[in-house]
């Protein structure tokens, strides 16, 4: 099982951005999906959160600007940031609770490489 994400880069404050991340393999099925990341110098921290069944979680700091989604169909999580701030530079991370098979049923919480998320002033 892989996760890619994508949709990172540069932007001035205020402006927005759309990551994706698309889980592949042999995937029987994923619970929660979500969005982490770790700014320099300091630790990761959840940005946002959804379960299979569409309940979503946010950090304090994004709520009213960022918005998780997802689609079972595609295995895919997507995340949704406007009218961001420089506070939001940092390595965002897609994450995702999978159910696979190997021998039987198995569930593992598998991490994408990161995407640079950079907000200038």
């Known amino acids: 099982v892989q996760l890619q994400a994508s949709g990172g880069g540069l932007v001035q404050a205020g402006g927005s951005l759309r990551l994706s991340c698309a889980a592949s393999?042999?995937?029987?099925?994923?619970?929660?999906m979500g969005w982490y990341r770790r700014a320099p110098g300091k630790q990761r921290e959840l940005v946002a959160s959804?379960?299979?069944?569409?309940?979503?979680n946010y950090a304090d700091s994004v709520k009213g600007r960022f918005t998780i989604s997802r689609d079972n169909a595609k295995n895919t999580v997507y995340l949704q940031m406007n009218s961001l701030k420089p506070e939001d530079t940092a390595v965002y991370y897609c994450?995702?609770?999978?159910?696979?098979?190997?021998?039987?049923?198995?569930?593992?919480?598998?991490w994408g490489q990161g995407t640079q998320v950079t907000v200038s002033s």
């Open positions: 994450n995702a609770d999978v159910a696979y098979y190997s021998g039987g049923l198995r569930r593992y919480d598998y």
């Open positions: 393999g042999s995937i029987f099925s994923i619970n929660a």
């Open positions: 959804i379960t299979s069944g569409g309940s979503t």
